[in-house]
């Protein structure tokens, strides 16, 4: 019972103990709460003060700043007034040289299309000529071959004139019978028949052989004349083309000349914006510097007052973990005291009674002796704690009034500020009007400059685009003169050949026929040969030439065929004339490759300046062993699609979808083999 009532009073001054502990750290806690407010309401006055000042401050250099923009500005705009003169300076310059440049360019091109009329006129006097000496040349040689034919003709007539009469001449001194002078006349009847067919085909011939002489001549005429024509206008465009270069040299010329003002002036207007880029950088670097001075400042005072306010937190704190120590130190010293109570008692049962009183006695006065201690300690913290708070309250009236005299001051000067700025400001914004002022002005009238300059521009450029019309449509209608006066002497040129032809041909045709009436007339009386010559046939050849080609021309029709080989009745009959069409083409279009890969034909196509060539070149020959397994159906080896692409002369192009993976071929037939080979024949050849 005693030890329970010395553990339930250690329990009750431990509990009073807390208690009292609780009561002082909350009475300490409300007097730090109300030392922290004070301290922020000072902390707000302070800022308070200095966001005062540091508006004044910004007030004051925004105004220095406003002064300094608007000097630079003023600059900026001498110096873009003076780069704008300058630059106008270098266009007129510039503008001065592009026209004379021009009248030079312009001088030169008149002289040279001189001297292109010039050589124009002749050629065409050395065409003329040239033409000329031809026809006389024509005329010459178709002279002597009238000479020669005539001499032929005549050579012939007299030959067989000679004939009878040398028969017929006193060596034979027999007088033949009546049956025999029948049979002479009747053979010199059949003789002059005979001679005069022989006459007329040998008239025919040389009449045809003179036409196709005369034919020659006129194509050669005609050829020499079209290649004088082809180089005369080949001539004509090279000209033409020599011109529009120099043209286009000038165009481009003013259009470099325009560039290259146009990136003077850009380049200037870079170098003025810059300076006034580089003065603002300046500007706005003197404004950071001053704005990280005055930051520099208002951080240098919050650190200031920071460490303060450390430095009492710290001590407050320092103090309050001091007791708090104490206060576990005693408690602890409770506790180990009252185990070692225990234990004793414990261990000591016969003089328990005795020395339980002697140690709750010991141990009453130990705690009395603690509590007093406790308290003791606890005054001394509290008086030096309201000796600190007194000394801090004596600093922050101090602090106040300091802040006070420099709001008060602050107060000042910001009026002193503010009316100075009301007075500058007023200033300024004459400064300002005026300025604008003069700088609407200047813009008006460099507007208007501009303007003017700009229309100058669009007129010149106008000017040069109708003069350039102009000289386009002067040289069409130079070129369609000069076609219209080549076309008019070619057909001039043709007509006075045929009609010269013509009239040659007629008088030729009356000479052989009066030579004929004389060669008649003057053999009228003579005797025939008794024998006949057989015609001259004409050559097989030319006979056989006509059903040739009309039996080459059914031979191409019957190889070209219909298209529709191969395909069966059943098809065709379910088929529409749209899928007949598109069958015969893909299957004209694949007529040409060759059966079972062993020979293709490849026909490429190609064009030059309108020409169209068409080559056909033989593939080698497939290997044996890969024709000897495709001839059994089955194909060795898959190849991708690129390279069946390029029709490998080794496959046989007829099958080539065969080589394909099973993947390729589903991608680009869009369907499987099965598929495929359900489908008729032309669709395959179509897909393919």
Request: glycine letters at 2%.
């Given at each position: 019972?005693?030890?329970?009532?010395?553990?339930?009073?250690?329990?009750k001054?431990?509990?009073?103990?807390?208690?009292?502990?609780?009561?002082?750290?909350?009475?300490n806690?409300?007097?730090?709460e109300?030392?922290a407010?004070?301290?922020?309401?000072?902390?707000?006055?302070?800022?308070?003060?200095?966001?005062?000042?540091?508006?004044?401050?910004?007030?004051?250099?925004?105004?220095?700043?406003?002064?300094?923009?608007?000097?630079?500005?003023?600059?900026?705009?001498?110096?873009?007034?003076?780069?704008?003169?300058?630059a106008?300076?270098?266009?007129v310059?510039?503008?001065?040289?592009?026209?004379?440049?021009?009248?030079?360019?312009?001088?030169?091109?008149?002289?040279?299309?001189?001297?292109?009329?010039?050589?124009?006129?002749?050629?065409?006097?050395?065409?003329?000529?040239?033409?000329?000496?031809?026809?006389?040349?024509?005329?010459?040689?178709?002279?002597?071959?009238?000479?020669?034919?005539?001499?032929?003709?005549?050579?012939?007539?007299?030959?067989?004139v000679?004939?009878?009469?040398a028969?017929?001449?006193?060596?034979?001194?027999?007088?033949?019978?009546g049956?025999?002078?029948g049979?002479?006349?009747?053979?010199?009847?059949?003789?002059?028949?005979?001679?005069?067919?022989?006459r007329?085909e040998?008239?025919?011939?040389?009449?045809k052989?003179?036409?196709?002489s005369?034919?020659?001549?006129?194509?050669?005429?005609?050829?020499?004349?079209?290649?004088?024509?082809?180089?005369?206008?080949?001539?004509?465009?090279?000209?033409?083309?020599?011109?529009?270069?120099?043209?286009?040299?000038?165009?481009?010329?003013?259009?470099?000349?325009?560039?290259?003002?146009?990136?003077?002036?850009?380049?200037?207007?870079?170098?003025?914006?810059?300076?006034?880029?580089?003065?603002?950088?300046?500007?706005?670097?003197?404004?950071?510097?001053?704005?990280?001075?005055?930051?520099?400042?208002?951080?240098?005072?919050?650190?200031?007052?920071?460490?303060?306010?450390?430095?009492?937190?710290?001590?407050?704190?320092?103090?309050?973990?001091?007791?708090?120590?104490?206060?576990?130190?005693?408690?602890?010293?409770?506790d180990?005291?009252?185990?070692?109570?225990?234990?004793?008692?414990?261990?000591?049962?016969?003089?328990?009674?005795?020395?339980?009183?002697?140690?709750?006695?010991?141990?009453e006065?130990?705690?009395?002796?603690?509590?007093?201690?406790?308290?003791?300690?606890?005054?001394?913290?509290?008086?030096?704690?309201?000796?600190?708070?007194?000394?801090?309250?004596?600093?922050?009236?101090?602090?106040?009034?300091?802040?006070?005299?420099?709001?008060a001051e602050?107060?000042?000067?910001?009026?002193?500020?503010?009316?100075?700025?009301?007075?500058?400001?007023?200033?300024?914004?004459?400064?300002?009007?005026?300025?604008?002022?003069?700088?609407?002005?200047?813009?008006?009238?460099?507007?208007?400059?501009?303007?003017?300059?700009?229309?100058?521009?669009?007129e010149?450029?106008?000017?040069?685009?109708?003069?350039?019309?102009?000289?386009?449509?002067?040289?069409?209608?130079?070129?369609?003169?000069?076609?219209?006066?080549?076309?008019k002497?070619?057909?001039?040129?043709?007509?006075?050949?045929?009609?010269?032809?013509?009239?040659?041909?007629?008088?030729?045709?009356?000479?052989?026929?009066?030579?004929?009436?004389?060669?008649?007339?003057?053999?009228?009386?003579?005797?025939?040969?008794?024998?006949?010559?057989?015609?001259?046939?004409?050559?097989a050849?030319?006979?056989?030439?006509?059903?040739?080609?009309?039996?080459?021309?059914?031979?191409?029709?019957?190889?070209?065929?219909?298209?529709?080989?191969g395909?069966?009745?059943?098809?065709?009959?379910?088929?529409?004339?749209?899928?007949?069409k598109?069958?015969?083409?893909?299957n004209?279009?694949?007529?040409?490759?060759?059966a079972?890969?062993?020979?293709?034909?490849?026909?490429?196509?190609?064009?030059?300046?309108?020409?169209?060539?068409?080559?056909?070149?033989?593939?080698?020959?497939?290997?044996?062993?890969?024709?000897a397994?495709?001839?059994?159906?089955?194909?060795?080896?898959?190849?991708?699609?690129?390279?069946?692409?390029?029709?490998?002369?080794?496959?046989?192009?007829?099958?080539?979808?065969?080589?394909?993976?099973?993947?390729?071929?589903?991608?680009?037939?869009?369907?499987?083999r099965?598929?495929?080979?359900?489908?008729?024949?032309?669709?395959?050849?179509?897909?393919?």
């Amino acid at each position: 019972a005693e030890k329970q009532r010395q553990e339930e009073e250690r329990k009750k001054a431990a509990e009073e103990a807390e208690r009292k502990r609780q009561e002082q750290e909350e009475e300490n806690r409300k007097r730090e709460e109300a030392a922290a407010a004070e301290r922020k309401k000072d902390e707000e006055a302070k800022q308070k003060a200095a966001e005062e000042a540091q508006r004044i401050q910004k007030e004051q250099e925004a105004a220095e700043n406003k002064r300094r923009e608007e000097e630079a500005k003023k600059q900026e705009e001498e110096t873009r007034k003076k780069a704008a003169e300058e630059a106008e300076r270098k266009r007129v310059e510039e503008e001065a040289r592009v026209a004379e440049e021009n009248k030079r360019r312009e001088e030169a091109a008149a002289a040279e299309r001189q001297k292109q009329e010039e050589s124009r006129a002749a050629a065409a006097e050395e065409a003329e000529r040239k033409r000329k000496e031809e026809e006389a040349r024509i005329a010459e040689e178709n002279k002597s071959r009238e000479e020669a034919a005539k001499a032929q003709v005549q050579v012939e007539v007299s030959k067989n004139v000679e004939q009878p009469r040398a028969e017929s001449q006193p060596g034979n001194n027999s007088k033949p019978s009546g049956e025999a002078a029948g049979q002479i006349e009747g053979s010199e009847g059949e003789s002059k028949e005979e001679m005069d067919r022989r006459r007329e085909e040998a008239a025919a011939l040389e009449l045809k052989r003179q036409e196709e002489s005369r034919k020659r001549a006129l194509e050669e005429a005609e050829r020499r004349q079209k290649q004088q024509d082809e180089q005369t206008a080949e001539e004509n465009r090279r000209r033409e083309e020599a011109a529009n270069q120099v043209l286009r040299n000038q165009d481009g010329e003013k259009d470099r000349a325009a560039e290259e003002l146009q990136r003077k002036t850009q380049q200037e207007q870079a170098l003025v914006a810059e300076e006034a880029r580089r003065r603002q950088e300046a500007a706005a670097e003197v404004l950071k510097r001053q704005e990280q001075e005055k930051d520099q400042a208002a951080g240098e005072l919050e650190r200031k007052t920071r460490q303060e306010q450390a430095l009492i937190e710290e001590e407050n704190q320092r103090r309050r973990i001091a007791a708090e120590e104490a206060l576990k130190r005693q408690e602890q010293e409770k506790d180990q005291a009252a185990v070692e109570l225990e234990q004793k008692t414990r261990t000591e049962q016969q003089s328990i009674e005795a020395e339980n009183k002697r140690r709750a006695e010991a141990a009453e006065a130990e705690r009395r002796r603690i509590e007093e201690e406790s308290d003791r300690r606890i005054q001394a913290l509290e008086a030096e704690r309201k000796k600190q708070e007194a000394e801090a309250l004596e600093r922050r009236r101090i602090e106040n009034e300091n802040i006070k005299k420099a709001e008060a001051e602050a107060a000042r000067r910001l009026k002193e500020a503010e009316d100075q700025a009301k007075n500058h400001e007023a200033i300024l914004a004459a400064e300002n009007k005026q300025r604008e002022e003069r700088a609407a002005a200047e813009r008006l009238r460099i507007e208007q400059e501009a303007e003017e300059k700009r229309r100058k521009l669009r007129e010149e450029e106008a000017k040069v685009l109708e003069e350039n019309k102009r000289r386009e449509a002067a040289a069409e209608e130079f070129r369609r003169k000069k076609e219209e006066e080549a076309e008019k002497i070619r057909r001039d040129r043709l007509a006075d050949e045929q009609r010269r032809t013509a009239e040659e041909e007629r008088r030729r045709q009356e000479a052989v026929a009066a030579e004929l009436r004389r060669q008649e007339a003057s053999r009228s009386g003579a005797p025939e040969p008794k024998t006949s010559e057989r015609p001259a046939e004409k050559p097989a050849a030319v006979t056989a030439a006509a059903p040739a080609k009309k039996e080459e021309a059914s031979a191409s029709v019957l190889e070209q065929g219909t298209g529709l080989e191969g395909v069966d009745a059943e098809e065709l009959s379910g088929m529409t004339e749209a899928e007949k069409k598109e069958m015969i083409r893909v299957n004209r279009l694949s007529a040409r490759v060759g059966a079972g890969g062993v020979e293709v034909k490849r026909r490429n196509t190609i064009q030059y300046g309108g020409k169209v060539e068409k080559k056909e070149e033989a593939a080698a020959p497939a290997p044996v062993a890969e024709v000897a397994s495709e001839k059994e159906g089955k194909v060795e080896g898959k190849y991708s699609l690129e390279y069946l692409q390029t029709k490998p002369v080794e496959l046989d192009a007829s099958r080539l979808e065969e080589y394909l993976e099973d993947e390729e071929f589903k991608r680009v037939f869009k369907m499987t083999r099965a598929e495929f080979e359900k489908i008729p024949a032309w669709k395959k050849r179509q897909s393919k």
